[in-house]
């Protein structure tokens, strides 16, 4: 059962109890990154919830937190259904590159195919934030390029730590 907040014509926020949670206040790991997760082929808010319980069962990641789910139209090719977009904090031992190639085994584990810029997907999974660090490689800009022009972005980082 979700809750939801309609903030607009075309936005709307979903809570549930494992929507808007904060699982850890302290973390060993060495780094806390912010991961953008979206989607918007199949039943996302499913897949979402199960990827909450993915991170919280595996050891190579602490889940810390957890924002609600922002239901929100795509950008770039806009043809396609809406996406739902939310964050999570993560405490990681791993460098940003390594972190990054977790990521894409977890989008592939997830059934994520890559076919063409902002296509249709099961699941994206973006690091937003890590540690305050500045990355610029070929593959990997951090934090995130125009994060803070993407509402998918904006509003669930606002609701986290109410």
Known sequence: ??????LSESLILFKNKHL????EQQSPRRYKTVVGVGGNVGDVK???VHLIHFFKRDNRVELLEVS???KNPPFGFRE???FYNCVMVLGVDMRPV??????????????RKRSFANAPRT???DIIFFNDEIVKKHNLTIPHPHWFERESV???LSELRK
């Not at 059962?1 to 309609?6: D, N, P, S, V």
């Open 1 to 6: 059962m979700y809750l939801q907040r309609k």
């Open 20 to 23: 808007l949670c904060r699982y």
């Open 46 to 48: 499913r897949r979402i």
């Open 68 to 70: 609600p789910l922002l």
């Open 80 to 82: 396609q259904e809406d």
């Open 98 to 111: 390594a972190f990054l190639r977790y990521l894409m085994g977890v989008e592939k584990r997830f059934l």
């Open 123 to 125: 699941l994206d999974l």
């Open 154 to 156: 904006v509003i669930p």
